[in-house]
């Protein structure tokens, strides 16, 4: 009985000893792990750099612009009529004067042939009673008859010419024709669209800027412009008009630039870049568009900073600046306060790191940011 009681004490005191022993080995584990989780510092991050520079730029102000023609008509009959004759080619340049369309004159020709038959009898028989008149043989009532005899032949032939004249379609101005809207043969209604004409030569871009612009706008002031259209080609010209009232709605104001267009590639309607450019520059610190991290709170860079670690050794962090920036340009954007010139700041990766990280300069494979950036053709 002494034996079991015995048995019964020294099995859970055996437990016991062993789950101590359990216990202390995992202790020393997990405390192994936290000295080495303290010790252990990540490698850094990689990450490409670049150098805030100081440049002069020439002030500029960006806007968006609508291509407009110098001259542009829908040219349309006076008179009703049947096209008996279409002289143009969809598309083509026409001049001045040239003859576009002719309607059927058929009917008013030969009324313009009796017309003419009146009017010289009309005439003749005024010479004949001026020689009377002069003889005395007729009253002064009867010569002032025939003059106005004559004076009605002579305006109702008028009247024919100026019918026949309307009914053939001429080009105002020079320009390019649009695509015909009508054909040989149609019976054309007064005012009916025969197509559009259009001068391109030189050609004008109306485009809004903000009224604090204003103060710097002036007539002759260079103008550049550039489409998606014909990428890697920029047309030059100078403002030619200013609006004289500024858009209550949107407080900015109209300008009307004038490009040449010798070729005739800029077409009205055209969707237009438009820079205003200014005499004057002005100094700027440069960054990468890239090294910029945008945030509703506020932008801000990543500056590369030389310290020293806990064994005295020198490495790279990074800290966090705010910075208001300006202008863009190309593969640039200006900053207007935050950084200095000289400083280094992470031009790519940023977006993994966070403030005092530890990072590795790697600036081989770093992008090529370009003023004017062109893209690799496909």
């Known amino acids: 009985m002494r034996t079991r009681t015995k048995l019964w004490i020294a099995i859970p ?72 004759e279409i002289t143009f080619d969809s598309g083509a340049a026409v001049k001045k004067g040239a003859l576009l369309v002719k309607l059927d004159t058929s009917a008013e020709e030969a009324q313009l042939q009796s017309a003419r038959a009146d009017a010289e009898l009309a005439r003749l028989s005024l010479e004949r009673s001026r020689r009377l008149r002069e003889a005395g043989s007729t009253s002064p009532a009867d010569l002032d008859a025939a003059e106005a005899r004559a004076k009605q032949a002579s305006a109702a032939v008028a ?65 550049q412009l550039t489409t998606d259209t014909f990428p890697g080609q920029t047309w030059k010209g100078t403002i030619s008009a200013i609006n004289p009232e500024v858009d209550p709605s949107t407080r900015n104001v109209k300008v009307r630039a004038t490009f040449p267009n010798p070729d005739g590639r800029l077409r009205p309607g055209m969707y237009a870049n438009v820079e205003v450019l200014s005499a004057e520059q002005h100094e700027v610190l440069l960054i990468p568009v ?45 900053v207007e306060s935050g950084l200095s010139a000289g400083q280094r700041v992470v031009a790519s990766g940023a977006f993994k790191l966070r403030n005092g990280m530890a990072v590795a300069v790697n600036d081989a494979a770093a992008p090529d940011a370009q003023i004017h950036p062109t893209p690799p053709e496909r």
């Open 290 to 334: 890239t090294a910029a991290m945008y945030a509703p709170y506020g932008d801000t860079v990543y500056v590369i900073e030389e310290k020293k670690d806990a064994s005295g050794h020198e490495v790279q962090t990074v800290r966090q600046q705010f910075v208001r920036l300006g202008e863009k340009r190309g593969d640039f954007v200006a």
């Open 159 to 223: 009247n024919l010419e100026a019918i026949i004249a309307k009914k053939s379609i001429r080009a105002p101005f020079d320009g390019r024709i649009s695509i015909r809207q009508v054909e040989l043969g149609q019976v054309l209604s007064a005012g009916a669209a025969v197509a559009s004409l259009q001068s391109v030569t030189p050609i004008h871009a109306d485009f809004w800027l903000p009224q604090q612009d204003l103060v710097d706008l002036k007539e002759g002031q260079a103008v």
């Open 13 to 84: 005191l055996g437990l016991l000893a062993a789950l101590a022993a359990l216990g202390g080995v995992k202790a020393a584990q997990i405390n192994t792990l936290i000295k080495a989780g303290a010790a252990f510092s990540p490698p850094p991050e990689s990450v490409s750099s670049a150098e805030v520079k100081r440049e002069r730029w020439v002030g500029r102000r960006q806007a968006i612009g609508s291509l407009v023609a110098v001259r542009g008509v829908t040219l349309g009959s006076e008179l009703p009529g049947l096209i008996r």
